[in-house]
């Protein structure tokens, strides 16, 4: 049978050679739409092997085709797609030219790579980037948070829901110094502060800068660069009026159950018994606790309740006009946010109002000028305590406490009469903010190509203006105790720590401006493309506040200085001004589009720093080689269309110090007494000891990565790789000077610490048949380490910082709960250690239990790990989109140690003598045991994964509705979440819980465009 078998394939061989298969040719040039060659163009039939780059000239040739028909197809970084069906006929040659357009600069396919934009295909470093559609698909209106579990290499962490604070921290490739670690933030190429509160409705583009890509920026790039550009005009096509409106229903994430009366004060007997002490309460009280059956001396109080709504209203409208002609185009938009808060008062809100303009205006052939303008006010209104300080109260108000009697009088509520219930409303005081933003760009571009093609020239000028007015306003008011004596209801000032009105308030003014000028030039000779720029910037600020204090206010009606009294009034005020110079530049050379390299050099100078020491020079180099595009590659491009191998190297800065530290300080708050009638002279007093060597950071990072797209985006990859280095990290020798020498010594450059990780993402995007879906992922790691931080020599190691991660945890080491009496007469114990207590562990072996046994446990809140993956789905108009966030490698801390109210589950799930295998110890008291003392007992695994946000929407067609689009959609964040922590978010940025929670989101919208 093999025999036979072969002679048949022997014969088919004989006969394919002996009859060759008929072919032919395919030819033809590949230009732009100025008909100029394209050098290194792809050509390919789709389903084959058979492909050919375009030479010098723009010309290519296919050969020994079999006959047939193709897909003959055109593809170019920075170019749409060509696609021809052709049929190859034998022995002829068939003649086809091709014109490629190029595709439209928008924020998903383009990335703004410093002071410059590049194509993606061309970029050489780390660099992750989201367009504003995919931002708007977020019911988030702090632009952060909605970033969080969408990008790799960034690690942001929600930290609390208050309408308008912010509360979000935001790190790029983690945490890699002891000093500051905010990212540079860049709109519209001008340096701000801060890019939380931008309508997402605005935005075109986020650009993350991880590696040498953040270099041009110098002496700030050390902790990443976020690039962030705001939509503009369209110089073709028809206007468009696009209107959005939301209205969402928050809540919170998680907060605990607390105790409840008949709990509370059967949780204190018990800690009473187990100290010693006479308990605090008799059984006729427990009882009446338990049966509700005396609320007004025996109440049951959910302060938790009692405080805070089920749910706050907020409102989102935003109106925008884009379009434009050949001279002209234009983006303008108004944006109003309005927000409330979660308390039951109803008294805290946010309100925010914005409106943008950018326009740029064709003047001649040859130049270009546009302005970018943005304003916004922020109005915010909430209680007189701050956010931790009324947490405080709530949980520390115990539950039989009366929030309000039944005849509607409030009552005590809490220590001192600090009733929470009062205190989160007017009636208590208020603090209010207005903040008025400027923010202003005018720039040009000059072509220069009548001295020589690709040349030019552009600047611009940035001015912005920052006016925030403030003011705290505490009231008087009373509040009522119940006497059962008298049957009455004794009145009892409620507690503001004064006993008058007081009204706080203060002016501030920022300014800044910046002045930019750039000469750009690229240029290609073949397969040879140049490009580069040299620049000059000029950024000055200012700062100046006016502070104010008057008590003894005549009306909480007329809430002005004027109506205050002359006893112990105040008023002061202060400035502060700093500037920056910079020159800077980067060549480029790219190579047929498959060899790329980048050098950027910068070099700046700052007012932070002393004379010989205010410049810095801070280089960086990139290449990029696709692999893909090489000769031998064009046998799997049917199936491999694009593989770029990159990396880098960079010396960047980090100079967010406090100014002038290299000069002395004073502070006119000391005074001599002088004369024979005794006169007080107020004297500067010296508050620093200056270091004129001081200078920046110095961060050294290497990064290499690859690019991989398969199947024409079936699959794509981005895998990265860094390691950073950050030296002279700002620290001081104190920990090595004796306490007894008294020296205060200055901040000195010598701190060290490294830092590496990797980053992965992942995306497969497929259409079968009208369904069209979407997979992706992201991964995100990274270890720091600090290599110095002068640290005392005697420190044992178990409580050494260097060698080991920053934000660790000192606490006692433990080993559960001590179960039996024989089992603490057989260790190591703390003095009057009883079973249900936490076992302490003898760290240091010198047989007792106290502070020398603290450890340093290497975690902390700031996780290690991040990770994000995102699913969705359309079918005919109609969309499902999911995105799951989380985060692992992170502890936090949640102990209570106070006399107040605590969480249910320290009850329930506590030791007793029948139940022995609990949870959490035996009652407690603050400062009686060491179960109130930080131990790793208390420390919880903050990993969490999150369904972040879910949205359905639908698009109806527009022959149905008659215009553009309309598109209503229901979206929902922070749904469900799965973590170790059941009673607390597991982003908790408190130890006791005492922070405005984050937020549940249910969100229902439209989107009209005319």
């Given at each position: ?5 072969l002679?048949?394939i ?19 040039y ?12 792809n ?11 375009t030479?010098?000239?723009g ?11 193709y897909t ?39 990335v ?9 295909g ?7 980037n ?49 000093g ?14 801060s ?10 583009s ?12 110098g002496?700030?790039?050390a902790?990443g ?5 705001t ?7 028809k206007?468009?009026?696009r ?10 994430t ?8 008949y ?9 009473d ?22 609320p007004?001396?025996h ?10 709504k ?24 108004g944006d ?8 039951e008062a ?7 109002y914005?409106?943008?303009a ?34 405080e109260?709530?949980?520390r ?8 009697y ?6 005590y ?6 009733n ?7 009636e ?6 207005t ?22 020239i ?20 009373e ?7 008298t049957?009455?209801y ?6 503001s ?15 800044e ?11 290609t ?15 000055e ?31 002061s ?12 530049g ?9 060899y790329?390299i ?30 893909s ?10 199936w491999l ?8 190297w960079?010396?960047?800065?980090n ?6 530290q ?48 398969l ?7 981005n ?12 620290i ?16 000195e450059?010598l ?23 979407s ?10 380490e600090?290599v ?25 080491k ?52 991040q ?8 079918y005919?108009?109609l ?6 966030q ?15 109210n605590?969480?249910?589950?320290l ?15 035996a009652?407690?008291r ?6 109130a ?10 990993s ?37 922590i059941?009673h607390f ?6 130890t006791?819980?005492?922070y ?5 989101r249910?969100?229902s919208?439209?989107s009209?465009?005319?």
């Amino acid at each position: 049978m093999k025999k036979t078998f072969l002679v048949v394939i022997s014969i088919m061989l004989i006969f394919i050679l002996a009859y060759p298969q008929e072919t032919g040719n395919v030819a033809g040039y590949v230009t732009d739409s100025d008909e100029e060659p394209l050098t290194g163009v792809n050509i390919t039939l789709e389903g084959t092997s058979y492909g050919s780059p375009t030479d010098e000239e723009g010309y290519f040739m296919i050969t020994d085709i079999p006959v047939g028909d193709y897909t003959l197809k055109a593809t170019f970084i920075g170019y749409k797609q060509v696609l021809r069906e052709i049929s190859i006929r034998a022995d002829e040659t068939i003649q086809t030219n091709i014109t490629m357009e190029q595709t439209e600069i928008r924020g998903e396919e383009v990335v703004a790579y410093g002071y410059r934009v590049k194509e993606r295909g061309e970029v050489t470093g780390s660099v992750t980037n989201i367009g504003g559609d995919e931002l708007e698909a977020t019911t988030q209106m702090d632009l952060t948070k909605s970033l969080q579990g969408k990008m790799p290499g960034v690690v942001i962490s929600d930290r609390g829901g208050e309408p308008g604070s912010g509360q979000s921290s935001i790190f790029i490739r983690g945490k890699s110094t002891l000093g500051n670690n905010q990212p540079l933030i860049v709109i519209d190429g001008v340096p701000r502060e801060s890019f939380s509160h931008i309508s997402p409705n605005d935005v075109e583009s986020i650009n993350i800068l991880k590696d040498a890509s953040a270099a041009i920026y110098g002496a700030r790039a050390a902790n990443g660069v976020i690039v962030i550009t705001t939509k503009q005009g369209e110089r073709a096509g028809k206007d468009r009026i696009r209107f959005t409106s939301n209205y969402t229903l928050s809540s919170f994430t998680r907060v605990p159950e607390m105790m409840s009366s008949y709990q509370h004060s059967k949780y204190m007997n018990e800690a009473d018994e187990r100290a010693g002490n006479a308990k605090t309460w008799t059984q006729e009280d427990l009882e009446k606790f338990k049966s509700g059956s005396s609320p007004l001396t025996h109440p049951n109080t959910d302060m938790y309740k009692s405080v805070f709504k089920d749910y706050a209203p907020e409102q989102h409208y935003n109106l925008s006009l884009l379009g434009g002609n050949e001279r002209l185009r234009y983006y303008l938009s108004g944006d109003l946010l309005m927000q409330n808060g979660m308390y039951e008062a109803d008294d805290m809100d946010y309100n925010q109002y914005q409106i943008r303009a950018n326009i740029d205006a064709k003047v001649t052939e040859n130049l270009n000028i546009g302005t970018n303008l943005s304003g916004r006010v922020e109005k915010t209104h909430r209680p007189s305590y701050g956010e931790e300080d009324l947490f405080e109260l709530v949980q520390r108000s115990q539950p039989y406490r009366v929030d309000w009697y039944p005849n509607g009088l409030p009552g005590y509520g809490g220590e001192n009469g600090q009733n929470p219930v009062m205190i989160s409303g007017d009636e208590a005081g208020w603090e209010e903010t207005t903040n008025k933003i400027l923010h202003s760009k005018f720039s040009f571009r000059y072509d220069l190509g009548w001295l020589t093609k690709g040349l030019d020239i552009n600047g611009y000028s940035a001015f912005d203006f920052e006016i925030p007015n403030w003011k705290h306003f505490n009231n008087v008011w009373e509040v009522y105790n119940y006497n059962p004596s008298t049957e009455e209801y004794e009145e009892n000032p409620g507690y503001s720590g004064v006993n008058s009105r007081t009204l706080a308030q203060s002016n501030e003014v920022t300014t800044e401006q910046l002045h930019h000028i750039q000469l750009n030039y690229e240029r290609t000779f073949g397969k040879h493309t140049f490009d580069g720029f040299a620049a000059y910037e000029q950024q000055e600020g200012d700062w100046q506040n006016l502070y104010a204090y008057r008590r003894d206010l005549v009306s909480e009606e007329l809430v002005q200085l004027f109506t205050g009294g002359t006893d112990q009034r105040d008023n002061s005020g202060s400035a502060d001004e700093w500037g920056r110079v910079n020159y800077f530049g980067s060549v480029g050379y790219d190579f047929a589009k498959k060899y790329m390299i980048d050098f950027t050099l910068r070099h700046d100078g700052s007012s932070n720093f002393a004379e010989g020491e205010k410049f810095g020079t801070f280089p960086g180099v990139s290449a990029g080689w696709n692999i893909s595009e090489e000769s031998f590659m064009y046998g799997f491009r049917d199936w491999l269309t694009n593989l770029k191998l990159r990396a880098s190297w960079a010396k960047m800065g980090n100079d967010r110090i406090p100014n002038f530290q290299y000069l002395n300080k004073y502070d006119l708050s000391g005074y001599y007494i002088f004369g024979e009638d005794p006169v007080r002279v107020n004297t500067f007093v010296n508050t620093n000891t200056a270091n004129p060597n001081i200078t920046w950071e110095e961060s050294y990072i290497t990064n290499v990565g690859f690019d991989l797209n398969l199947w024409d985006g079936l699959l794509t990859m981005n895998l990265d790789y860094f390691d950073e280095k950050r030296r002279q990290i700002l620290i001081t020798r104190s920990e090595s000077v004796p306490d007894y020498t008294a020296l205060e010594l200055p901040e000195e450059n010598l701190g060290k610490v490294d830092n590496r990780g990797i980053e992965l993402q992942l995306g497969h995007n497929n259409t079968i048949g009208e369904i069209t879906y979407s997979v992706g992922g992201n991964f995100t790691y990274n270890h720091n380490e600090i290599v110095y931080m002068d640290e005392p020599q005697d420190v044992p190691d178990y409580r050494e910082k260097e060698g080991h991660p920053m934000d660790s945890w000192v606490v006692y080491k433990t080993d559960g709960i001590y179960e039996t009496q024989e089992e603490i007469d057989n260790s190591v114990h703390h003095q009057g250690a009883q079973p249900g207590d936490i076992k302490i562990i003898d760290m240091n072996g010198d047989g007792k239990i106290d502070g020398d046994d603290m450890y340093r446990k290497y975690t902390s809140p700031i996780p290690e790990i991040q990770f994000g993956f995102n699913v969705g789905i359309e079918y005919k108009g109609l969309q499902v989109n999911a995105l799951f966030q989380g985060q692992a490698k992170a502890e936090t801390m949640i102990l209570f140690t106070d006399l107040g109210n605590r969480p249910e589950y320290l009850f329930t799930n506590r030791w007793t003598e029948d139940n022995r295998n609990a949870d959490y110890p035996a009652p407690y008291r603050r400062g009686t045991t060491y179960n109130a003392q930080p131990s790793d007992f208390w420390l919880y695994d903050a990993s969490f994964l999150r369904l972040k946000n879910l949205e359905i929407a639908y698009n109806l067609p527009e022959k149905l509705v008659g215009f553009n689009g309309l598109r209503v959609y229901l979206r929902g964040t922070n749904l469900w979440t799965l973590s170790e922590i059941d009673h607390f978010d597991p982003e908790i940025n408190s130890t006791m819980g005492r922070y405005y929670p984050q937020l549940k989101r249910i969100t229902s919208g439209l989107s009209i465009t005319f």
